[in-house]
């Protein structure tokens, strides 16, 4: 089966699932395998909870007419999804970048939807099958596209922008985030900036944060360059207020003079501006920009400020790196409160850097003064430090429930993997 015939049936059946688990009847089942799955062995499972077809990569064992056999399943979603990009003339937005991509994108999207029908990518789905899922979600309404792009080594980015097309991008900065896969900042910019490469090669809009000098470098010859900082920029800002939550003057570029947001860290200004940059550029009015980035509230583990049992906790375990970890801490140690505890997790995909950067990481939380500071997992049990341990989160959930604090400020922070949230649980 040709892949615009498959596309004849999608325009029928354009629910997509890759999990048998939250099938409906009529969606398209893409049997996706991988290290530990293998959705070939569902596919009559799938046919038997309603699926209108099934593609699958492997003889699935049985005849049925809505089984669509094709040499590689994963590429046929993508391949399904670069022919959905193309049936589109609206502006396609790729973000991507080491840190804050997810909160850029989702500011974005707030902003442009109050003028526009937006779509973007859900949650963090980033990567090699989410992009794809994204793109097919997009309906013939759609105005505005926003999609996010994560990647951890060479050439990730290039191949998502093959089937994307952007026509607009942004990354957020360059940090030391999955040095291990890219292999050193050098080898982090040379990945990120294949969007840029893209960009540059069809005529593209880059929009880009000019307090970052590397940007300014690695965007040169693109056709068209907007800028946004706190200084020297087509749209600036400046942080009014920050000891808890985040609030943004804009400076010039936008008539708006305050953006009272519900997210926590100095870290976070970037963002916020680039959000107002991509609203003034697609001719969002001041005031609705203001009242997006004021209405949006931060979600899944990402900057969050919650109040329980009388302690203010900054939740912000997402993700960690060693430049997100080193904003998150320095904005922390800057806030007011007078019993401030740490509980930081390990730090993944360092590879060689690993021990050196958790090192690093001791050395900063060294410079402040702390009520108590909690380390869990990672590589932080391979470092001398004077600070309290634990293996996992749930040996840190524990610790944390034996010390019934009140009137503490806490910062949890740590790596996916580590799922600090669940010390609050």
Known sequence: MEIQDLYAIFQQHSSIQTDTRKLQPGDLFFALKGP????????????????????????????????????????????LASYHRRQFTIPFIAITGSNGKTTTKELIHEVLSTTYKTYTTKGNLNNHIGIPLTILAIQKDAE??????????????????????????IITNCGKAHLEG?????????????????????DGTAFIMSDYIYLQEMSKGIHTIKTYGTQNAEITGLINHSSELLEVKITHGASINNIKTHLVG????????AAVALGKYFNVEDEKIKMALENYLPSNSR?????????????????????????AIE?????????????????MEMGNESIAEHKALIDLISLY?????????????????????????????????????KNAQLLIKGSRSMQMEKVLE
């Open 36 to 79: 530990n799955f293998n959705g070939n062995k569902f596919a009559r499972q799938a046919l038997d909870a309603g699926a209108a077809y099934v593609v699958i990569d492997e003889d699935a064992g049985f005849i049925d007419d809505r089984l669509i056999s094709k040499q590689d399943v994963l590429i046929t979603l993508q391949e």
């Open 144 to 169: 505005i596209a926003v999609i996010e792009m994560g990647a951890n080594h060479q050439k990730e980015i290039e191949g998502y922008c093959n089937y994307t097309l952007p026509t607009h991008g």
């Open 182 to 202: 890219f292999g050193g900042i050098d080898g982090v910019k040379k990945g990120k900036g294949e969007l840029y490469a893209y960009l540059r090669e069809h």
């Open 266 to 273: 100095a870290y976070n200004l970037p963002n916020v501006l």
């Open 303 to 327: 900057s969050q400020l919650i109040e329980k049992d009388g302690n203010k906790i900054i939740l912000d375990a997402y993700n960690a790196n060693p430049s997100s970890m080193k904003a």
């Open 331 to 347: 904005n922390f140690a800057k806030m007011e409160g007078q019993n401030k505890i740490l509980l930081l997790g390990g730090m």
């Open 369 to 405: 003064t702390w009520q108590q500071v909690v380390l869990v997992g990672g590589d932080f049990n391979k470092t001398a430090h004077p600070y309290r341990y634990f293996n996992n989160s749930t040996q840190a959930k524990e610790w944390l429930q034996l010390q019934h604090l």
